[in-house]
DNA sequence: CAGGCATGTCAACGCTTGTTGGCCTACAGT
DNA sequence: ACTGTAGGCCAACAAGCGTTGACATGCCTG
């Protein structure tokens, strides 16, 4: 939390360090391990080797282990323009603007690690559970036209999306991983779009 | 692999060990453990300490760490029935039969579990898509008319219902779990009804 | 009653983990 | 040119892990 790092966005001139390229190594590094083995098994000094530095340096930027996670797994999803699509063709909006965010390598590590810790440890959920309320509802409340249905039809996508994502990018279940871009689009676009658009049931 | 437990349904006879109870209290604690903490946190100091009994007791009886999660994560689905299941009804049947899964004490540890170390362990992902293979697979094929299309099927069902646990029993977004049981059964029935019957796209 | 096997305890092992403090190096400001 | 400081490495720590083997206890069979 007192991460020597310069928030990537809140200072508006950044000093520019000398040490900026090894602390973005570390993030890149800390990334694709956690990504690849959930919080527990992406030890500290994994993350160095991979990075090239030394494990103290981690300590040194980012304070503790938990203080690398939080810094690694800052992420901006880019919900923001639902206002203006036109409203039969919500689902598949979202469904193919969710598909790219896999298909970005920076991306797809943050969201493949946030999926892989969220589940095992705690700060990890709660990072989700942040996400969520800051980023998914708030693009849902632009979609829906009773704000109160809102949070339970963002719920309804989130779980259809997440579970597209676990099945596929995490248990690797054969049929889902075969599943053809199109076709994910086209199965799942009239879900989401129901899920949005449907009188509650 | 090599445990020494009897297999549950293996051996007609069971010899009816006086270890009958330790065992029990072991793979009870062990499923808490792994549902509540994932793989890598359940230790086997923990899991010996709950079931009240020397850590040593667990290598006993199950050989090591994986063999008891290879022994405690054995679950038995109940999908055999959806042959004679009204075609236009199979999307709800579907739904309750899952959500009745999670109110069994016993299952609801199991699956938990599941989900937890699937998404962290790689013998926890095996043991999913064994369970997938074996037991959902061969659900669906009874109920959808075309079998070369019950693979994907089947996938997409899976990543809805699993995505609903998901966001509900682990990460716990909270509008997730303020749906009630019936809002959820209405809400997903048609998606599901229309991943088993609705032309592909 | 004696022996043997199942049941259980205890202490320790080797290893890996996150984390710490001391030390070296090299660049920047005066 | 000299010095302060930021950047980086090394060795070590305490704690916790899975696992092991030797030892105690009790039940059942002969």
């Known amino acids: 939390m007192d ?8 200072a508006p001139a950044a000093p520019a360090r000398r040490s900026d390229a090894t602390r973005a190594a570390i993030l890149a ?4 391990r956690f990504a690849a083995d959930g919080y527990d098994r992406a030890t500290v000094r994994a993350i160095a080797q991979d ?3 030394d494990p103290a340096m981690v300590m040194r930027y980012f304070g503790s282990k938990e203080g690398l ?4 797994v ?6 923001a323009d639902l206002s203006d699509v036109p409203t039969d063709a919500l689902g598949r909006t979202v469904v193919v603007h969710f598909l790219g965010l896999w298909e970005d390598d920076h991306l797809r590590g943050v969201l493949t690690a946030l999926l892989r810790v969220g589940v095992t440890h705690p700060a990890g ?3 989700m559970q942040e996400i969520f309320a800051a980023q998914v509802l708030p693009a849902v409340l632009q979609a829906v036209p009773d704000p109160a249905q809102a949070p ?5 996508i989130a779980s259809q999306l997440l579970g597209l994502a676990l099945t596929r990018l995490v248990l690797r279940f054969e049929p889902a991983v075969r599943l053809e871009r199109e076709e994910i689009v086209d199965w799942l676009a009239p879900t989401v779009q129901r899920y949005l658009t449907a009188e509650a049931p």
């Open 3 to 10: 991460a020597t790092a310069p928030p990537p966005s809140a």
């Open 29 to 32: 590094a800390a990334r694709e």
């Open 51 to 53: 990075a090239r530095i």
């Open 69 to 72: 996670f939080a810094a690694a």
């Open 74 to 79: 800052d992420v901006d999803l880019r919900l």
């Open 125 to 127: 959920a709660v990072r």
């Open 152 to 156: 339970a039809r963002a719920a309804l």
